[in-house]
Every structure is written in structure tokens, then in C-alpha cells.
């Protein structure tokens, strides 16, 4: 799929739809040039980890915590057989940690029992992981795989709907969208984009439309005025 196939409703984009989602794309690749993921990470397990772990956190807070997880279980079979208690003390300033560490502890045991420990380079495959859902395993294919992946968080979907590149709710059917408007080569940067510009200007309670570099491309009403 890519741009000119069928969206979520069936209908493939017109001219002027993708015309619009071009222009989005430029402004957004001028802003943010060289873009990847926040997460520290040096393998595909590691990124699967991170990612797993960044669940209502800040990336930032991440990275704090993964340097030392990692040095203490650097692998998925190390992971696999930690202690729990150990686990949570390493992760515990993410938030949740009880939980992640249980889901990170099951997804390690998991990729050991179905992959060999080995993380796969397949949405079909990574979606079946134990806590491995479509938004994870586009992060993963996008960035460890360099494969073409649009991943749907919080962020994109309120950004790209607030755009009017999409009138979905479904993290897959806003996905299928946007796949629709934008050419394969450009789904996982265009990803990370979004992403970071609903984080830098598009915030979800107060937008700072005065300074949007896509405010003429936004169809978005009313729009948040400069504050005095």
C-alpha cells in the first residue's frame, strides 16, 4: 500500500488529499530533518524493551532506566529467568512498574519460546508477542529494521485528525489512512514527525496554533489564540 491506495472507508484519496498530505509531509521533514526515536537503545531487543517500558511515560525517563537494565540482563535470555523484585527496583521511576515488569519479563520469555530470542522482522510475527501490539511493532520495524511502518500513538492520531488526514478513532484504521495518503518511503518518518510535533506545538489540551508551521493546513476550529 501506498499513496493512492484505498483508506480505511474503501475510497482511494483524491488529488486534493494528497496533495494536502504532501504539503503536510514537506513542512514537517523541513522542521524536523533528522529524525528518529527518543529511545536509547543499541539492538532491535533493546528497542522492543524501551518501547514496551515508554508506556505513559516520557522517553526521557526511559533512558534513565534501561542503561542499567540492560547491563544486568543484556539479553532476552537473561530477561527471561530475572528476578521480578529486581526487575522493579531497576525500572521503578518509569511509573507502572509492577507491570512492566511483568510484561516485559513475559515478552522476554516469549521471544525465547517462539523466535529463538531472536526479535522478528515481521508485523505478523512481532504482533504476537506476549504485550506486543501494532503501534510497538511499527516503532520496532521502523526504527531497528528500517522497514516502512507507521506507528499510531496518542500523538499521531490527534495531530493527523486534527489535520484532516483522517476522521478515524482506530489506531489501525488511522494507520490505513494515512498508508493511503503517503508514500511507503515515507510512513515511519512521517511517524516520528507527527509525533514530535504533537509533543513540540500540537498539545492536546492547549495547541499553540499561533506559532503551528502547518496552521494554513489545518482545518482544525477554533484555533488557540496567542496567549498575552
Not at 38 to 47: I, K, N, T, W
Not at 154 to 162: D, E, I, L, M
Amino acid at each position: 500500500m501506498g499513496a493512492g491506495e484505498a483508506s480505511a472507508d474503501g475510497q482511494r484519496p483524491t488529488a486534493g488529499e494528497r496533495g494536502h498530505a504532501r504539503a503536510v509531509v514537506n513542512r514537517l521533514a523541513k522542521r524536523y530533518p533528522q529524525i528518529r526515536t527518543a529511545l536509547d537503545y543499541r539492538d532491535p531487543y533493546q528497542l522492543l524493551v524501551s518501547t514496551v517500558i515508554s508506556a505513559q511515560t516520557t522517553d526521557e525517563n526511559v533512558n534513565r532506566a534501561t542503561p542499567e537494565l540492560f547491563r544486568r540482563w543484556p539479553t532476552a535470555t537473561d530477561l527471561a529467568d530475572a528476578n521480578p523484585e529486581d526487575v522493579e527496583q531497576v525500572i521503578f521511576s518509569t511509573g507502572f512498574y509492577r507491570q512492566k515488569t511483568r510484561s516485559i519479563i513475559a515478552l522476554a520469555q516469549d521471544l525465547l519460546a517462539k523466535f529463538d530470542g531472536v526479535v522478528p522482522e515481521t508485523l505478523d510475527d512481532l504482533v504476537t508477542l506476549k504485550g506486543v501490539g501494532r503501534k510497538t511493532a511499527s516503532v520496532v520495524l521502523a526504527e531497528a529494521f528500517d522497514q516502512p511502518a507507521i506507528a499510531v500513538d496518542t500523538h499521531v492520531k490527534r495531530v493527523s485528525g486534527r489535520l484532516g488526514m483522517t476522521t478515524e478513532t482506530d489506531p489501525a484504521k488511522i494507520e490505513q489512512d494515512l498508508k493511503a495518503l503517503v508514500p511507503r518511503d515515507q510512513w515511519a518518518k512521517l511517524s516520528m514527525r507527527l509525533i514530535q510535533y504533537g509533543r513540540d506545538v500540537c498539545d492536546a489540551r492547549k495547541p499553540a496554533c499561533w506559532r503551528c508551521d502547518l496552521r494554513r493546513l489545518c482545518p482544525h476550529q477554533p484555533k488557540t489564540p496567542k496567549p498575552d
